[in-house]
């Protein structure tokens, strides 16, 4: 019997992997049932964040926001699908750094290091729970603000903003593995991009409009995925958005998230590269 | 004890029933920075064999075990295993090969049951979840860790994480187990465990390379030796080979000298022994244990029989330090 290493096909390898995602799913739930007070805290952070806004609102003057088919709407309306789409900002910025940094902390890096499979699927491994359950979050966090405050959403507007986010996510995907890059690389390092991302959802209209950002930083705010992707959202889901609508926003988020994607990736490799030749993956 | 389930899960590399290098590791270089980690380590494990990694701390063992493992890139030489270097396929297939036990006692996601561990480290080893669950199950029984499978890992004493360790080393049913100080803070019935299991492996053709500080566990468990220190290796032969290196020459004696008080007796063994060796008393021992260092050509038979013909019964004599800490030392320390 001739003893050779095992060979895996690129294609085989990739279905490998991706059948792996379903394990990566149960771990994460698991762990996380067992935390779980802090799904209930972050349930009633969402409840005391839907009360904020509508106190805040009542401060706000529906005539100081942009109107979305030629209808006046309230700041609660203007700011609640922009927070949809932030806390996926904030899933897609934050989840992979602190998955990998639990990972160094906990000892398991190695463990997976060793595990056969490629670097991509423990990024996508580890925002397999976030991709669902991200989701369902802003699903109920939207039902719950119509149902307390009786904000009405256009349902068909779900699916085109559902269209957009898929489109957008690995805009937001690409910075994440850009700062666990960061992390594997300067182990603290993630504060950069960090910033990068409240520059970005500072400048994105998502609490404000950006008319009332100074000129040079509303050209920026135009040129934001982040911007791009909350109108057209608004536009989705507060009045009506036709496919071309659609098809204009995707058009232009799609090259900044092919950039981003591929810089993450790119970076990542270059750290797990870098942290085998120095042999620094566990410190932390 | 380990039970076989190739049969029934089919994931380990392919098989031969003849002895054959497995690992061949030749001329290894790493450093970091100025300091060299490792200077030209070679050496070989065959199939069926559990090859010792000796050496003290800083020696360099667990720099080998990560370039083997392939979580450390090296600066020089060459890793085969079963015949192909590991620069030749691609890391995720290389790891397919092997299982590793580190040394850190830190490596399993403590909320998660041992069950659920080890479910998910044979799916992300490519088991489907069928298999894993099996191959779990049987792993945690082949442990002794079976009943206590559902518990979180958290709860888990120390040697019980070790030994899931093994466990987890073990889902793949490797041919190749790469074990990193598998026991070093282990009770001596978990150290022992963890042994009978590693052995039964290697009876069933595996190849083990097993890195430790510890000198009395190789003795009748290791097949082969190699002895690294300062990142050279001073050593590679068997466990009694490594213990002919040196000749033993200090000895614990227990002394029976009757009624005569603790001076006397030392007085005694002293003009016995001559200029055999020096004998002196050890500390608070009342005349009764003392240390012999044997001189030049002389030996352990013939200073037990003069002490016997002074009237002093020797009531048990044995190595002060054993042959393999003697060999051990006179390896390292001569490069100290």
């Keep these: ?284 | 004890m380990a039970v076989d389930h190739r049969d029934d899960v089919g994931v380990g590399v392919g098989r031969r029933s003849e002895p054959f290098p497995v690992v061949e590791v030749t001329d290894v270089a790493r450093r970091f920075g100025e300091a060299e980690a490792l200077r030209s380590v070679s050496l070989s494990v065959n199939a069926g064999e559990i090859h010792a990694l000796l050496g003290p701390n800083g020696a360099g063992k667990t720099t080998l075990m990560r370039i083997l493992t392939g979580l450390l890139e090296r600066h020089g030489g060459e890793v085969k295993v079963f015949g192909t270097s590991m620069d030749d396929v691609p890391l995720r297939d290389y790891r397919r090969a092997f299982g590793f036990i580190p040394s850190g006692d830190r490596s399993f996601y403590l909320r998660l049951s041992g069950i659920e561990n080890l479910l998910f480290f044979g799916r992300l080893s490519g088991m489907d979840k069928v298999r894993a669950r099996a191959r779990a199950a049987a792993c945690l029984e082949d442990v002794g860790l079976g009943d206590v499978g559902k518990k979180m890992v958290g709860l888990y004493s120390h040697g019980m994480q070790k030994r899931l360790a093994v466990a987890r080393a073990l889902l793949m049913d490797p041919s190749l187990l790469y074990i990193d100080e598998a026991t070093h803070d282990l009770d001596p019935s978990g150290a022992h465990r963890v042994r009978q299991l590693v052995r039964a492996r290697a009876q069933q053709g595996a190849a083990v390379l097993w890195a430790t500080q510890r000198l009395d566990e190789i003795r009748g468990f290791a097949d082969r030796v190699t002895l690294l220190h300062q990142g050279l290796v001073r050593f590679v032969g068997t466990v009694d080979e490594l213990m002919a290196m040196v000749t033993i020459d200090r000895y614990a004696l227990d002394l029976d000298g009757g009624p005569r008080s603790a001076a006397d007796v030392t007085e005694l063994a002293r003009s016995a022994i001559g200029e055999m060796g020096s004998i002196a008393p050890k500390a608070g021992s009342e005349g009764r244990h003392y240390e012999l260092a044997l001189g030049a050509g002389a030996s352990i038979g013939r200073v037990v029989w003069a002490l016997e013909q002074a009237g002093v019964q020797v009531r048990s004599c044995r190595e002060e330090r054993s042959g393999i800490e003697s060999a051990f030392l006179h390896l390292t320390e001569a490069t100290e």
């Design chain 1, 1 to 284: 019997m001739s003893v050779t290493l095992p060979s895996t096909g690129r294609w085989d390898a990739f279905r490998e992997d991706f059948a792996k995602a379903p394990a990566f799913l149960r771990r994460d739930l698991i762990s996380l049932f067992s935390y779980r007070i802090a799904y209930l805290t972050d349930w009633i952070n969402i409840v005391v964040q839907v009360f904020l806004f509508y106190f805040v609102s009542m401060l706000v003057p529906p005539d100081r926001l942009p109107t979305y088919g030629g209808e006046q709407v309230s700041y609660l309306e203007y700011v609640a699908v922009a927070l949809t789409l932030t806390s996926f900002v904030q899933a897609g910025l934050g989840r992979l750094i602190a998955a990998i940094r639990n990972e160094q902390l906990m000892g398991t890096l190695e463990s997976l290091m060793v595990a056969p499979m490629s670097p991509e699927m423990l990024q996508f491994g580890s925002m397999v729970y976030d991709l669902i359950y991200v989701p369902l979050r802003t699903a109920i966090f939207l039902i719950l603000v119509s149902v307390l405050f009786g904000v009405q959403f256009n349902v068909a507007g779900l699916v085109p903003t559902s269209v957009i986010f898929v489109f957008f996510m690995p805009f937001m995907w690409g910075l994440g593995i850009l700062s666990a890059a960061a992390v594997l690389t300067f182990k603290r390092g993630a504060g950069v991009v960090g910033i990068v991302g409240t520059v970005l959802t500072f400048t994105s209209g998502a609490y404000f409009p950006i008319s009332y950002l100074p000129p040079w930083l509303q050209w920026v705010a135009e040129w934001n995925p982040i911007t791009v992707a909350v109108e057209a959202s608004r536009q989705a889901l507060l009045a009506t958005i036709t496919w071309a609508e659609v098809g204009e926003a995707v058009a232009l988020i799609v090259p900044f998230s092919i950039a981003s994607l591929a810089a993450g990736v790119a970076a990542f490799r270059l750290a797990m590269r870098r942290e085998r030749r120095r042999g620094t993956m566990s410190l932390y």
